[in-house]
């Protein structure tokens, strides 16, 4: 079994930064990509950023120039450094994966989620 730990949510405030980590751990064979998507009240669940295995990014419009998604092969981990937040970043920050594990599937993973609230 795989599974997926994020941390590094909590409160900031407005023009601040915060750093959001996600783990993946398990029977991992190879990590093809790694994502992170947000979820605030009574709105959809939203790409923030992404970075496949080549260490290709992209991001949403709203996050370019303010948000560094990267990752660490060798610990199976992600990040998401969030700098100048505002307030309408705040919402539940969900990390994604798709993993292939040693000798079974491929599986599309979510974490738990970790809430970040930008505000005075």
């Known amino acids: 079994q795989v599974q997926l730990v994020e941390s590094g949510g909590g409160l900031v405030q407005p023009g601040g930064s915060l750093r959001l980590s996600c783990a993946a751990s398990?029977?991992?064979?190879?990590?093809?990509?790694m994502g992170w998507y947000r979820q605030a009240p009574g709105m959809q669940r939203e790409l923030v950023a992404h970075?496949?295995?080549?260490?290709?990014?992209n991001y949403a419009d709203s996050v370019k120039g303010r948000f560094t998604i990267s990752r660490d092969n060798a610990k199976n981990t992600a990040y998401l450094q969030m700098n100048s937040l505002k307030p309408e970043d705040t919402a539940v920050y969900y990390c994604?994966?798709?993993?292939?594990?040693?000798?079974?599937?491929?599986?599309?993973?979510w974490g738990q989620g970790t809430q970040v609230t930008v505000s005075s």
């Open positions: 970075i496949a295995s080549g260490s290709i990014t």
């Open positions: 398990g029977s991992i064979f190879s990590i093809y990509a």
């Open positions: 994604n994966a798709r993993i292939k594990t040693i000798g079974g599937p491929v599986y599309n993973l």
